[in-house]
């Protein structure tokens, strides 16, 4: 078993050096690699197919209410960049620039586009006459680009992949409810799909997109007890829609400002997967969103009948239904099992000589390493029950570990205590002034506000750091 | 009916101004519009709905042969499309390049990707190393930007949206085997749920992909009789593996270059469809690829029973599986008719009080207009037939159309004649040399080689142009 070993010893382990651990998980799973373009990743056929299942999902819930997709240009003039100004602020030194085409240099620079909000407003201004033209509930699946200093594989990297959801809307409470709505989406999906518990509520002032009057957020707890921001819902109110123009008439054949929104979620989402759910062998991976469910490794596979009843097997839970693949390569099970644990996949299903004697096979949950018998007539039904019973696993120990990890302080000295020691979310009240926010980062060596939740609690009167009234009880926490 | 003949109207006549009339049906059907960056569409949801059926179909065909999905960089640093003398050669002019990141000016240029052969490449160059590495059956789905000079709809813009595959093998064959699979691949596709009859072969020498030994192509024959390049599939031997330096050790140790592959299909068939299908009156969408297949249109919908009857009907197709949409507004059922003609919707279900009174509705097919009564018991199956009857029909319309429309030519004034009176696809006899190639593109006013078809006939020994030996029997064709 000297090959096995190796592939698990090529992995950090998770609680002597997390950041480490993370990047062999990445490495040894080939989920993704950096490219010969610094700072943008490869995303290889391990990865992708994670983020492929994550978007036929999110799609399908997106379409449910009403959602239609669309794909807008990967370049945007600088003119149309500038025309909101606390978007060009907060995007200007990160974009790349576009200065020639052909072997022509352009008369004005276009960036690669890092959001596409100023687009769907140019369309939309040139388009929108009258309230039968509202709403319009849009997204589009691509990749943008944000020239970052530094980067992590799927937590900041140059390039990524995600959605952005585009709205506009005749009524200020008509899209109020969509940008709830999206958070909604995205909360029961993490939480249902990818068994990722989760803290919600708006952002603070100084935390929201560059733009927004209202950023709302789905926050998750890794386990090294940083948080990770992992999809963001925006409410524009008529901030775009008067710097870009867009104006209907109603009924009466008055003109008015739309009311916008937008929201996303991104491939940063895997990292959260990875970091939740992942061990000292590698990848766990939800069974709902996991490109391949089970396994089949053949036993002793020279030996007459297994390989082909092996394939037999693989081929009825395929028809079941069942993402399923087989390991017939002519390496050892002690080897398979271990490749199997790295690449995360929920269950493996072994099946031998002895099995085949006896009518049965021996599933192996990935998560627990439970080891579970079962006839070979019943594992069509049995394996459906056992992967939910994983996922519902896997979402209750997150569920545990993050409230745990919660919990709440009313003088400084407490919160730097549970900020130092216990990680996790910090409950603590707010006086709402931007300079208490950065003073308590400063104190603490690195608590953000990370939401002001729906649900708040009186913990004190008074905020934390300066004593005045407190406004708000706000989720403090270290993030990626 | 005066806004009904408005709609119409908007439209010019096919057969008076083809060109006018397919910018008119892009436009009215609001398939996709030009966007604030000269040259790049707005892919609408109407037009976007149609691309994501053919993603999702092609994906699904892709993934049966083996294929998994990626996404690599959309920036490509200029030293690395450098690396094989013929692409670089080929692209150089048309290539959008990006010269700064956020603030400051970069060392080196980077170009948004034209195509990913070098992406690839790179990538391969550094992870490739034993037999048992191989095959990757790799391809991505997204945009790529080409600074073209002229632009049309779907037919030419500067970005457009493809999949690109990209393969490495360890032998000649098995390459070329794939080059040829998803050629057919392409060809099944578009011929069976498209419903465009092609005509398909190798290219000449000149009409070759940049770098390419051998590209393969799919031909369609628009309604004007000019040809649409529809889709490539190229075998490449080991030109980019040479210039890259992918190697691979085989069973005995020894070091092999790779062959590889790549072929894609793009946006510009959704051009097609609408140059081969549509009439005086819009769009005509196969059924299997129409984003909604059938749009239920209650009549005198203020009586009473009719747009609950209406709803009702529009749910049980619903459930059966069916693309349906209901049109409740409050327009007039004749603008209903036009509108749902213009989109190119392959049946329309009128259902009035008289329908639900005698417990029928009347189907009415987009292609031929021809009005179906259908008892409401059997719609469900009934509605099935009559879109796999229109699927059918629209093929055979359209091949009997392209078989009116191939023709052959043995000297160069029957060659002449026919291009400029019949046009569509000349067969006839060529000499290999690219000399005869440009000069019968002069004579002809623009006839150019589309393909070398795998079945060969001998319309006569001789080049049509220069008279020297025959060598392959060629389709000409003006091209889009």
């Known amino acids: 078993m000297a090959k096995e ?3 698990v010893e090529s992995i950090t382990s998770r609680d002597e050096d997390f950041a480490q651990w993370y990047t062999d998980v990445v490495r040894e799973a080939k989920l993704c690699d950096y490219s010969g373009v610094k700072g943008c990743l490869n995303y290889l056929p391990n990865g992708y197919a994670i983020w492929e299942n994550i978007q036929a999902d999110l799609d399908k819930r997106f379409k449910e209410t009403g959602v239609e997709n669309v794909y807008l240009p990967v370049l945007i003039p600088e003119s149309l960049l500038q025309k909101e100004k606390d978007h ?3 995007f200007a030194p ?3 620039w576009v200065t020639h085409g052909g072997l022509e240099p352009l008369q004005e620079r276009f960036c690669v586009r890092p959001t596409s909000e100023t687009l769907f407003c140019d369309h939309w201004s040139k388009t929108v006459q009258s309230y039968r033209d509202l709403p319009k509930v849009w997204n589009q699946w691509c990749s943008v680009l944000r020239w970052e200093k530094t980067t992590r594989p799927f937590l900041r990297s140059r390039e990524f992949l995600w959605q952005e959801g ?4 005749a009524t200020y409470e008509e899209a109020e409810q969509r940008t709830v709505m999206m958070l909604n989406v995205y909360k029961d999906f993490v939480q249902n799909d990818l068994a990722i518990p989760l803290v919600t ?11 927004a009057q209202d950023t709302y957020t789905i926050e998750a707890l890794m386990h090294d007890g940083k948080a990770l921001q992992s999809g963001t819902s925006h409410f524009f109110g008529k901030t775009f829609a008067d710097a870009f123009d867009i104006k209907y008439s109603d009924k009466n054949n008055e003109l008015h400002s739309v009311y916008e929104t937008s929201w996303g979620v991104s491939t940063r989402i895997i990292g959260a997967i990875i970091m939740v759910h992942g061990d000292d062998s590698g990848l766990v991976l939800p069974p709902r969103i996991a490109p391949v469910q089970t396994r089949v490794i053949p036993i002793a596979q020279h030996k ?3 390989l082909e009843k092996a394939n037999e097997l693989m081929n009825s839970l395929k028809a079941a239904g069942y993402r399923v693949k087989i390991d017939d390569t002519d390496k050892s099970p002690g080897w398979k099992f271990s490749e199997q644990e790295m690449l995360g996949i929920p269950t493996r299903i072994e099946i031998g000589p002895k099995d085949i004697e006896n009518n049965q096979v021996v599933v192996v949950r990935r998560d627990t390493r439970e080891k579970i018998v079962v006839s070979m007539d019943e594992i069509e039904t049995k394996l459906s029950e056992i ?3 994983i996922q519902k696993d896997m979402f209750d120990r997150a569920k545990t570990f993050l409230d745990s990890h919660i919990t709440s302080a009313v003088t400084m000295d407490e919160m730097n205590e549970k900020f130092n020691e216990n990680k996790g979310f910090i409950k603590a009240m707010w006086c709402g002034e931007e300079t208490c926010e950065e003073e308590i980062k400063a104190a603490t060596g690195g608590a953000t506000s990370r939401c002001i939740p729906e649900e708040q609690e009186c913990l004190s009167d008074k905020c934390i750091f300066c004593g005045k009234p407190a406004k708000h009880m706000v989720y403090w926490g270290k993030a990626y």
């Open 5 to 7: 070993k190796k592939l």
């Open 88 to 90: 060009i602020e907060g």
């Open 94 to 96: 990160e974009v790349a």
């Open 166 to 169: 585009h709205t506009i809307h």
């Open 201 to 211: 509520g708006r952002k603070t002032e100084s935390e929201k997109f560059a733009g």
């Open 304 to 306: 007459e009948g297994v």
């Open 387 to 389: 992967l939910e019973k």
